[in-house]
Structures are given as structure tokens and as C-alpha cells.
């Protein structure tokens, strides 16, 4: 059932955004002289909410490639007491 109001809610959303795109006609102008580069409006948002994932993505890589010295050398210390209290438990068993 939540599968299924999530599954209209997007559809709902995407028709809704659909819409509007379809019915807006505003634009972007850029101009440096010489130069002149018209937008749409929508070409401007989708470029935007893009720009923002890919930075985003590019924040979380960077900061997980950071954190990745002090995981490893967690990884290894939990390994070494783990074999460390396997020994123990194996010493105490003889």
C-alpha cells in the first residue's frame, strides 16, 4: 500500500512539473558583448537543480575519500582484537 501512494505521488508530481514547464515561457539572456545566449527558463532550472546533485556528490566523495584512512585503521584494529580474543578464548579452552 505505501509502495502504491508513493508510486501516485510521483506521478502526481511529474505531471504537475510537466505542466508547468510546458507552460512557462519565461527565459535567461546573457549578454557580453559580442555575445549574446538565450536560456529557456526551464533549461535554466534542470541546469541548476544538476549543478547542485553533481556538487553535491563531488562534497560527499570528497569527504568519504578523507574518511577512509581512519575507517581502514578502524577496520584493522577491531580485526587485530578480534584475533587477539580469539586466542585468548582458544588459550583458556587448553
Known amino acids: ?40 527558463l526551464n533549461l535554466l532550472i534542470v541546469l541548476l537543480v544538476a549543478g547542485f546533485i553533481a556538487g553535491y556528490a563531488a562534497v560527499r566523495f570528497v569527504f568519504a ?7 581502514v585503521r578502524e577496520y584493522r584494529n577491531a580485526r587485530r582484537r578480534e584475533a587477539a580474543r580469539a586466542t585468548l578464548i582458544e588459550a583458556l579452552h587448553e
Open 1 to 40: 500500500m505505501r509502495a502504491l501512494v508513493w508510486l501516485v505521488g510521483i506521478t502526481i508530481l511529474a505531471v504537475a512539473l510537466t505542466l508547468v514547464a510546458r507552460y512557462n515561457t519565461g527565459y535567461l539572456l546573457l549578454v557580453l558583448p559580442p555575445y549574446r545566449v538565450e536560456f529557456s
Open 65 to 71: 575519500t578523507l574518511r577512509l584512512p581512519r575507517q
